[in-house]
């Protein structure tokens, strides 16, 4: 993207001249490119498309959406939180994290078609993502009003995105999930399921949310010294 003064001319000043090459200097020049671009997607799709526009400049993760258009969707609004996604782009800020078409569920258990765009600021470091989230719920009860007649058995898939009211809620579903994959209560886990779950939610980038390791140690029945030293053992392994 090039920026251009309100001339039309291309922009060497202001937020018009921080845009150069599909990347932006700031959150401020990120919005002012994308703004439109949001409400014309939201527009042209209908109410339930929810488009966001998330800071991720100041990596505070309780409080990153910047802009957001058909909010009601997940019944978040700005000053929202980050998604699980989020955290995974910053464990690992350097690969490519665009994605498109994947799966999400908001926190009452409505299933979302997902995209997601990350940009960078010219040193490389990630501090927008644009994403689009379409509530399937007004085709799902279509589809239901056609399944008598032509049933079809749905594909098992994994929510690729969650959407909750604070990170809170989501570390708590993200542990939830975990713990389900393992396919044990937590009362009957032993060292390895525990080191499972631990595994499992490093890889998602968990324990960026402050005070997670002593959440994820409580709800495993663990204590703290003993979970970063189970997540010291995961890290070792990998390196």
Do not use: W
């Not at 439109?36 to 939201?42: S, Y």
């Not at 700005?78 to 910053?90: A, I, Y």
């Not at 029945?221 to 990998?238: F, H, P």
């Amino acid at each position: 993207m090039t920026g251009r003064s309100g001339d039309g001319g291309s922009g060497a000043d202001g937020i018009g001249g921080a845009v150069t090459k599909g990347r932006f200097e700031s959150i401020e020049a990120a919005h002012s490119v994308l703004e439109p671009v949001m409400r014309a997607i939201a527009s042209a799709v209908g109410d339930h498309c929810e488009v966001v526009l998330h800071d991720l400049s100041r990596r505070d993760l309780d409080h990153t959406i910047y802009a957001i258009v058909n909010g009601h969707v997940t019944g978040r609004e700005v000053g929202g939180p980050s998604t699980n996604l989020g955290l995974e782009v910053m464990r690992d800020e350097d690969a490519e994290h665009d994605e498109f078409g994947y799966s999400g569920r908001t926190a009452d258990g409505r299933e979302l078609h997902s995209s997601s765009v990350y940009y960078r600021d010219a040193s490389g470091r990630i501090i927008a993502a644009l994403c689009i989230n379409i509530d399937l719920t007004p085709l799902q009860t279509a589809q239901n009003v056609l399944s008598a007649l032509l049933p079809t058995p749905a594909p098992e898939k994994r929510d690729r995105e969650l959407h909750t009211q604070d990170i809170a809620s989501l570390l708590d579903t993200m542990i939830a999930d975990a713990v389900a994959a393992v396919g044990r209560p937590v009362a009957r886990m032993d060292k390895a399921d525990r080191i499972a779950v631990l595994r499992t939610l490093d890889g998602l980038g968990a324990f960026h949310v402050k005070r997670s390791v002593e959440t994820v140690a409580k709800r495993l029945g663990i204590s703290k010294v003993t979970a970063y030293a189970y997540l010291d053992q995961i890290r070792s392994a990998l390196r």
